[in-house]
C-alpha cells in the first residue's frame, strides 16, 4: 500500500492516529498493543463526527495516571523495551528523536538531556506509536504528502508566549514545503512535524496514483473558514504513467533579455548542483522584438525553492514561473560495455515492445577519449559495435 497525507488544515499527532483508524487499521489490535506500552493508564476513546458535513474519526487519549514520561532519555528508553513490533518501535524512535534533535536546537543542550514540556506526556506518546502501529498493520510502503500549512499568531506555552508556527516545529520543518495561511492558530504542531517528517519521502502536489481508500481524522478544534482534517488516501502510487520517483516534477522557467552569455553557462552548472534533473537555454524574442534566452529547468517539486533561488540570486530576472509535468520513462540498467579502448559504461533501456538498446554515456567516452588521445567518436563507434553482446534475449 503507499498513501498520500493531505493536509488542508495542518497536521497534528491526534489528527494522524485518527486518520489511519478511518483509512482502516484495526481498532481492537491497535488498543491491545498500546496497552501493553510500560506506561500508566489511559483509555482510547474513538468517536465519529463531523466537520464541515464530512465525516471523520476523532481520537482522544483519556489519561488515568500520572502526566507520563518528560525526559527525552526516559520516552526512549520506554520504547526500545517494549513489544511492538520492529518497524513500529523504528518508527516511533525515530520521531521522538527529530523532537528531541529540535528541542536540543533551540534550547542549547545535549539530545539526551532534553526535557519535554509540552509534549511527552501519555497522549503525545500515544499518538506517536499507535500512528507507526497502523503504518505497521496496514503494511504502508512509499508514502507522500502536500505542502504544510502554517498558521500565524501566538500560542501560550511553559516558555511564554511564543510565535505560531512554534521554534519547534519550525526546526522540524527545515527542508519541507509550507505556506502561510493568515489563520491564527497552531496548525502543525510539533508532534505533527515530527510523524509527517518521519513517514514522508516526498512532499509535493498527489501523484499519479490508483486511489482505493480515503480515511478522515478531526483535530480538536474548530478551524475558520475550513474543516479541521486531515486525508490519507490509500493506493498505489502509478510510477508507470509519473514516472520511477518523478511524481512532484515541475518545470521552472523564466525569460532574460538583459544578461551577460557568460553567466548563462556558469548558472546553469549551479542548476545541475542545486538538484536540476535537467536544464535548456531556449533562445527566444521578447517584447520589443528583443532576442533572449528562456532558461527552463526540470526538478522535483522538493528542490524548487532552491533552484527558483539560485535563478533569481544568480541572473537578472527578477520572477519565475513553474508548473507540475508528468513524465513517461523507460525503465534501466547501468551496464559495462568492454572495447578496445578499456570499459565504457553505459546504461541498457528496456523498450516498450520488449526488446532493449544499449547506450554509451557521454562522461565514460570522453574520459577515456582524452586519457587515450583518441577522438570521441571512435569510442563511441567502439561501443556502439561491442554492445550488441550485451543485447538481452528479446532484442533483435
Known amino acids: 500500500m503507499d498513501i498520500y497525507i493531505d493536509c488542508p488544515s495542518g497536521i497534528s499527532g491526534d489528527m494522524t492516529l485518527s486518520a489511519f483508524i478511518d483509512l482502516g487499521a484495526p481498532l481492537e489490535r491497535l488498543r ?8 500508566e493508564g489511559f483509555e482510547l476513546a474513538v468517536s465519529r463526527v463531523s466537520r464541515n458535513g464530512i465525516g471523520a474519526v476523532r ?3 483519556l489519561e488515568k495516571g500520572g502526566a507520563g514520561p518528560k525526559h527525552y532519555s526516559d520516552i526512549r528508553s520506554l520504547i526500545e523495551r517494549s513489544s511492538l513490533p520492529q518497524r513500529a518501535r523504528e518508527l516511533a524512535l525515530s520521531a521522538f528523536a527529530r523532537l528531541a534533535g529540535a528541542e536540543a536546537l533551540i534550547h542549547g543542550c545535549p539530545v539526551d538531556k532534553v526535557h519535554f514540556h509540552e509534549i511527552g506526556c501519555v497522549d503525545t ?6 500512528a507507526a502501529l497502523c503504518v505497521e498493520y496496514l503494511g504502508v510502503e512509499k508514502t507522500a504528502a502536500s505542502p504544510l500549512p502554517v498558521g500565524a499568531g501566538h500560542v501560550s506555552c511553559q516558555h511564554g508566549v511564543l510565535p505560531v508556527p512554534a521554534p519547534a516545529t519550525v526546526a522540524l520543518l527545515k527542508g519541507v514545503p509550507v505556506y502561510g495561511t493568515g489563520v491564527r492558530q497552531e496548525l502543525v504542531t510539533p508532534t505533527g512535524a515530527a510523524l509527517i517528517t518521519t513517514l514522508v519521502e516526498d512532499f509535493g502536489p498527489m501523484p499519479a496514483m490508483t486511489m482505493e481508500k480515503v480515511g478522515y481524522g478531526a483535530g480538536s478544534r474548530e478551524v475558520e473558514n475550513m474543516p479541521n482534517l486531515l486525508r490519507i488516501v490509500s493506493g498505489s502510487f502509478d510510477h ?7 511524481h512532484a516534477q515541475v518545470v ?4 532574460i533579455d538583459d544578461m551577460t552569455p557568460e553567466v548563462c553557462g556558469y548558472v546553469t552548472g549551479r542548476l545541475f548542483d542545486d538538484g536540476a534533473s535537467d536544464v535548456y537555454v531556449v533562445p527566444v524574442y521578447m517584447k520589443k522584438n528583443r ?5 527552463q529547468v526540470l526538478c522535483h ?3 524548487l525553492d532552491a533552484i527558483a533561488s539560485r535563478i533569481l540570486t544568480e541572473t537578472t530576472s527578477i520572477g519565475v514561473r513553474y508548473y507540475r509535468v508528468d513524465r513517461i ?3 534501466r540498467e547501468e551496464v559495462e560495455i568492454a572495447t578496445m579502448f578499456g570499459p565504457v559504461k553505459g546504461k541498457r533501456v528496456f523498450l516498450p515492445g520488449g526488446g532493449t538498446r544499449i547506450a554509451p554515456e557521454y562522461e565514460s567516452c570522453r574520459e577515456i577519449a582524452v586519457k587515450k588521445g583518441v577522438p570521441i567518436m571512435d569510442v563511441y563507434r567502439a561501443a556502439e559495435q561491442e554492445s550488441g553482446n550485451l543485447a538481452g534475449p528479446s532484442e533483435g
Open 32 to 39: 491491545n498493543d498500546l496497552a501493553a506500552l510500560p506506561l
Open 59 to 61: 481520537v482522544e487519549v
Open 125 to 130: 506518546i500515544v499518538d506517536i506509536v499507535g
Open 240 to 246: 508507470g504513467k509519473a514516472g520511477e520517483g518523478d
Open 252 to 255: 521552472v522557467e523564466t525569460c
Open 291 to 295: 532576442p533572449g534566452i528562456m532558461i
Open 301 to 303: 517539486y522538493s528542490k
Open 329 to 331: 520513462t523507460l525503465d
